[in-house]
């Protein structure tokens, strides 16, 4: 029998479930402790989306159909970062901002 379309917002759920679980077990695994602020902010937002299905509720901090919003998505970059031992990335740098190249300029011919 044919199933009924994927629950989309169901599936973003579990992602962001698993990505949190999975920053988690990568820090406990390589021995890193982190801080008091981002176990806390991890089990708030596990919680969170267990309970709501998403992490916020202001539509001006994300898109609705997210279960993280863009500044919780990018802290959890940053944590799972830190848990690989990477090097820290700033927001701005996380985001993709921040390598602005200069136009070159236009070859202009005098007359």
Known sequence: MKQGLPDRKAAAKRAALNALRR??????????ELSAW??????SVEDRLKTYG?????????????PLSALQA???????????????QTAAK?????????RKPLNTKSS
């Open 23 to 32: 920053a988690r077990r990568i820090a406990a695994r390589a021995g890193i």
């Open 38 to 43: 981002e176990g806390e902010f991890l089990g």
């Open 54 to 66: 998403r992490a916020f509720a202001d539509p001006d901090k994300g898109a609705l159909q997210q």
């Open 74 to 88: 990018v802290k959890l970059k940053e944590i799972t970062a830190k848990a690989k031992g990477e090097t820290p």
């Open 94 to 102: 996380a985001a993709g901002r921040g390598r602005f190249k200069p």
